[in-house]
């Protein structure tokens, strides 16, 4: 199971990263993690220069997209040729978002009549899109998920680790990156995130809205 980390010029290191990370320690079981770019090499808000893994043409290949964030997330939405390269299908990936690529959903009318979670910065945004921004930092609905705040990125990845290899999986990555002595805590927060974010459970490996 592929996942595309779709990360853009001027974007957040750890939106796409975080979740990046996190995912591939899956590795060996069959859920692997890629950058993938518009462009061969993007340049984060920071200034750090990340060549792609893969080129934006992976999306549509992908079992797992994740839209990640960034300071150019308004130029992104508004480019309607870039927008024309995520040809993504709910009914068969699983979609999510990081803070401002909430704008990106819309824009693709992925979010018509679901509320989303995005960073303050975004909410504006997002609410002129016509969607409604819940004060929560995790929310998904079938196969579609936001998340907002860069640290909630942790529970988008424990989100696609769930539904593609389950809650034992997503538990032993959270509980080997917490921070010591925390272990716990830590992943007892991102599971009830996750849990509570959900607006229906659905049985593993089920994949639809």
Not at 5 to 27: H, K, M, P, Q
Not at 145 to 165: E, H, K, N, P
Not at 175 to 195: I, W
Request: with cysteine; charged share 20%; proline share 5%.
């Amino acid at each position: 199971m592929q996942v595309a980390v779709v990360t853009f010029d001027g974007f957040n290191e750890l939106d796409s990263f975080i979740a990046s990370a996190l995912i591939n320690r899956c590795r060996k079981d069959g859920l692997e993690a890629f950058i993938t770019t518009p462009t061969p090499v993007v340049t984060s808000m920071n200034g750090v220069e990340v060549t792609g893994q893969r080129p934006m043409e992976f999306v549509t290949e992908a079992d797992v997209v994740l839209i990640g964030s960034g300071v150019k997330a308004r130029d992104v939405a508004a480019d309607d040729l870039l927008l024309s390269r995520l040809p993504l299908d709910p009914s068969r990936q699983l979609v999510g978002a990081q803070c401002s690529g909430a704008l990106v959903l819309a824009r693709l009318g992925l979010l018509d009549g679901m509320p989303a979670c995005t960073d303050m910065k975004s909410r504006p945004f997002v609410e002129a899109a016509g969607v409604t921004v819940l004060d929560t930092p995790f929310h998904a609905e079938g196969n579609i998920a936001t998340a907002g705040g860069c640290l909630a990125s942790q529970y988008l990845a424990t989100w696609v680790i769930t539904r593609t290899l389950g809650q034992d999986a997503a538990r032993g990555v959270l509980d080997y990156v917490a921070p010591v002595g925390e272990n716990e805590e830590t992943v007892e927060r991102a599971m009830r995130a996750v849990h509570t974010g959900e607006a229906a459970l659905l049985p593993h490996g089920v994949h639809h809205r």
